[in-house]
């Protein structure tokens, strides 16, 4: 699927370049994506995962878990992209591992974003810098040698360990550490718009297309509310009689 999106892109840079009339490739049947299933993690469980992990990568996973940040995003944060007082991170980039090197570039939708911090988070970030190297252009995460952090790497030696050791299930992923900030913050009743700009998807439809069954009750609350509407309504005669005008 991919090696065909790519091979689109390349036709279509050939036709706007003259050396094609057309795209032979528009049109062209790509596999089907089956997405896996989500695991989402309650905010215990995220903790119980950040106490098992091998210091100093509980704030890691902490970060991972409630900012909805990618890995690679992560792993691309410098110090200098963090406002502490303000509990704010700025998300610019992306380190991505590519047939085994990483690959530094613009993050997957090509935009930058600010996410809010949770005050604890702002806290622990702190505390965990303090010990560190930061000045500006530092990376705030890195692998134990100091090197930019790498995600198989990183998955495989610290990750993977604290899930068996926190008795999760084994199939969780760091990429469900997105998922379950998704969770928390639709959870603590953030709109759609809100879960949108902190994930950096392209659009709400997107953001519903991936969360919308986690927003269930929030039809049968509209529910209750327009009935509390009715209800006013009818009591101060606003509300026309059944064959009324």
Not at 94 to 117: H, M
Not at 126 to 148: E, K, N, W
Not at 226 to 242: C, F, I, K, N, S
Request: avoid cysteine; glycine fraction near 10%.
């Amino acid at each position: 699927r991919n090696a065909a999106q790519v091979l689109g892109q390349i036709l279509d840079a050939a036709v706007a370049g003259g050396r094609l009339h057309r795209n032979p490739a528009q049109g062209l049947r790509r596999p089907r994506i089956v997405e896996r299933e989500m695991t989402f993690l309650s905010a215990a469980e995220l903790e119980q995962l950040a106490s098992q992990i091998a210091d100093p990568y509980g704030v890691l996973v902490r970060f991972l878990g409630w900012t909805g940040l990618r890995i690679g995003e992560a792993a691309a944060i410098r110090v200098g992209r963090l406002d502490l007082l303000a509990r704010r991170v700025e998300v610019v980039e992306a380190a991505t591992e590519v047939n085994g090197r990483l690959a530094w570039g613009p993050t997957k939708t090509g935009e930058r974003r600010t996410v809010p911090l949770p005050s604890f988070l702002a806290e622990q970030l702190g505390a965990y810098l303090a010990d560190r190297p930061h000045s500006p252009a530092d990376l705030v995460f890195t692998m134990p040698g100091g090197g930019p952090l790498r995600a198989s790497k990183w998955g495989e030696r610290y990750f993977r360990p604290a899930v068996a050791a926190a008795g999760l299930p084994q199939g969780l992923r760091v990429h469900d550490l997105r998922h379950t900030a998704a969770s928390l913050a639709i959870r603590e009743n953030a709109s759609v718009k809100i879960v949108q700009a902190m994930l950096g998807h392209r659009s709400a439809t997107q953001t519903l297309d991936r969360y919308g069954h986690l927003y269930p009750s929030d039809l049968d609350a509209l529910a209750e509310r327009l009935d509390r509407a009715h209800a006013a309504a009818a009591a101060a005669g606003e509300v026309w009689p059944q064959g009324g005008p």
